[in-house]
T-cell receptor
């Protein structure tokens, strides 16, 4: 069973700061997902990665398969980035296994 | 395209009852997955369906079941409800298995 660990659990930062959220997993995977959940429950898929790096706007996601580690970066953070960020992994044809999430608050 | 829709959005049941939740995927998507989210356990995988076949199932008791219809719509059923089944149930669709998932707004179930 894959174990997914995220750090930090909670993060409060000032607007404009560079944010990094980390995700580690224990078993080899076929894909890693980064999800964003706003208060009220809605979940948006930000990235799906199997190798390398992806960028979308101010968001960057990287993955190191050998080290079983991924990072999500937010550049020039903004209060609207405040949300829970969740890492999830898929091993083979299994369903997703989720981390506990990182609660991010960006203060103006 | 319309997004993933789930009905009902809110539901209150009592212990021992059963419940059926419905999910309509994005048009053209043939894969539907279900998840349970609770404050204590976070998000947990329930089932994944593709073309009416269950591809895999999470570690949940047999009281949890689901199905997918020929139009890709999916339902999940929980029988003999327990207090611990109170949760947000999320459905997500994708064009095929293991592709980027699009989540619905969820059904919030409260078991009294």
């Amino acid at each position: 069973k894959n174990e997914v660990e995220q750090s930090p659990q909670n993060l409060t930062a000032q607007e404009g700061e560079f944010i990094t959220i980390n995700c580690s997993y224990s078993v080899g995977i076929s894909a890693l997902h980064w999800l964003q959940q706003h208060p009220g429950g809605g979940i948006v898929s930000l990235f799906m990665l199997s190798s390398g790096k992806k960028k979308h706007g101010r968001l960057i996601a990287t993955i190191n398969i050998q080290e079983k580690h991924s990072s999500l970066h937010i550049t020039a953070s903004h209060p609207r980035d405040s949300a829970v960020y969740i890492c999830a992994v898929r091993a083979g044809a299994d369903g997703l296994t989720f981390g506990k999430g990182t609660h991010l608050i960006i203060q103006p | 395209k319309a997004g993933v829709t789930q009905t009902p959005r809110y539901l209150i049941k009592t212990r021992g009852q059963q419940v059926t939740l419905s999910c309509s995927p994005i048009s053209g998507h043939r894969s539907v997955s279900w998840y349970q989210q609770t404050p204590g356990q976070g998000l947990q995988f329930l089932f994944e369906y593709f073309s009416e076949t269950q591809r895999n199932k999470g570690n949940f008791p047999g009281r949890f079941s689901g199905r997918q219809f020929s139009n890709s719509r999916s339902e999940m059923n929980v029988s003999t409800l327990e207090l611990g089944d109170s949760a947000l149930y999320l459905c997500a669709s994708s064009p095929g298995p293991a592709e980027t998932q699009y989540f619905g707004p969820g059904t919030r179930l409260l078991v009294l």
